[in-house]
Structure formats: structure tokens, C-alpha cells
């Protein structure tokens, strides 16, 4: 039990929708990264907001975007999507910058499948 | 997008018997960290090592910082078959942010 919360755990999507993954950050954690996990690869790092704002991003196109909450909720938004965007999205909630002798914590993810 | 380098891919082992799997990248990192992941789950956090050199352990896990700051290894003893699942190592870089870079994993299964 990590603290983490993802919502929905799966889901499936037609190419060209929008969809909106959310996340639940442990309490008192103002970092919250989301990554990109395809079948059989490692986790991809998407972006990282901080207080609400972003604080770094990935190798990933424009059409994906995020949002986090003052209440440590946060949102991955993905535009127009394509069947390569199917994958396990992954949250992860840590303490801010200058505190890394304390690691985040993943959530259990969400499945998209886009057909 | 960058990955660590993980192999083989699978490994096979016997319950009892020791594994060891290594991780190496082409950049250098301040931090290396191991995760397991089992199915339908996120990652969890094993280890994690923030010196070059630095050899920790966590019960029957032992791992490595390289001194190079280019690899770690992670070693499991004597395996037990809640042991299966898949390994990743990760690097950071400490910056202005704290973006992870994972390797492929490694899926490990024991045998009874």
C-alpha cells in the first residue's frame, strides 16, 4: 500500500478521443510525476509538476498535457489518441526537489488500450 | 526515450539458488535505485543507493553503486518463489527536477 491512487484502473478508448487519467498523491507529497510504461519496456517519463507547476518533461508530443491540485490530485490529459498511446500510465507521488533521500511512490497505474 | 541497459531479458533459477543482474548506462547518475514490479501493480521501491561505491542491502537484497557512476548491480540469496516478478534498475540525476530513467527490467522466475 504506497498511498497512491490511480483512477481508473483500465480503460479503452477509440484513436482520435481525449482522455483524462487521475491521480491521488500520498498526503504531503508536492511532487507528482507521470510516466509511460509500453508492454515489456520500462516506465517512460512523461512530466513532473511541483506545487502545481511543471518542473520538467519528457520526450513526449504536445497532445499529452497534465494538471495537479493543491489537494495532491493531479490529471494526465492525452488528445487525439493513437494506438500507440495504449501502455500503463503510471503516477508517482515524492517530496519536492532537495529531498532526495526520499523516494516516490508509484501507484498501481492505469490500462489504456486505444482501438 | 533513453533506457538503462538490462540483460538478459529472462532469467530462470532455481528456488534456493543466488541472482545477480547488472544495469548500465551511458550517462552517469547520482542516485540508482531498484524496483520489482509484479503484474497489474505499479513499481516498488527495493533499494536505493545515493554514493559511488556504496553496497547496500535490504534483507536477502544486496546492491552496488558503481564507481563509475555508470552501473549498479542488484543481488538476490537464496530465492524464494515470491521472488518472481520483474526488476528494474533506475538512474537519476539530480537537477531541477527528479526524473527517473528505467531499464527494460528483467523478468525473474523461480523454479520450486
Known amino acids: 500500500e504506497t498511498g497512491v491512487t490511480q483512477s481508473p484502473t483500465h480503460l479503452i478508448k477509440t484513436r482520435g478521443q481525449q482522455v483524462t487519467l487521475r491521480c491521488s498523491s500520498q498526503s504531503g507529497h508536492n511532487t507528482v510525476s507521470w510516466y509511460q510504461q509500453a508492454l515489456g519496456q520500462g516506465p517512460q517519463f512523461i512530466f513532473q509538476y511541483y506545487r502545481e507547476e511543471k518542473n520538467g518533461r519528457g520526450n513526449f508530443p504536445p497532445r499529452f498535457s497534465g494538471l495537479q491540485f493543491p489537494n495532491y490530485s493531479s490529471e494526465l490529459n492525452v488528445n487525439a489518441l493513437e494506438l500507440d498511446d495504449s501502455a500503463l500510465y503510471l503516477c508517482?507521488?515524492?517530496f519536492g526537489p532537495g529531498r532526495e533521500d526520499t523516494e516516490a511512490f508509484f501507484g498501481q497505474g492505469t490500462r489504456l488500450t486505444v482501438v | 526515450g533513453q533506457q538503462l541497459n538490462q540483460s538478459p531479458q529472462s532469467m530462470f533459477i532455481q528456488e534456493g539458488e543466488d541472482v545477480s543482474m547488472n544495469c548500465t548506462s551511458s550517462s552517469i547518475f547520482n542516485t540508482w535505485l531498484w524496483y520489482k514490479q509484479d503484474p497489474g501493480e505499479g513499481p516498488v521501491l527495493l533499494i536505493a543507493?545515493?554514493?559511488?561505491?556504496e553496497l547496500t542491502s535490504n534483507g536477502r537484497l544486496t546492491a552496488q553503486f558503481g564507481i563509475t557512476r555508470k552501473d549498479s548491480f542488484l543481488n538476490i540469496s537464496a530465492s524464494i518463489p515470491s521472488d518472481v516478478g520483474i526488476y528494474f534498475c533506475a538512474g537519476r540525476y539530480t537537477g531541477a527536477n527528479s526524473k527517473l530513467t528505467f531499464g527494460k527490467g528483467i523478468t525473474l522466475s523461480v523454479r520450486p
Open positions: 543507493l545515493y554514493k559511488a561505491g
Open positions: 508517482a507521488s515524492s
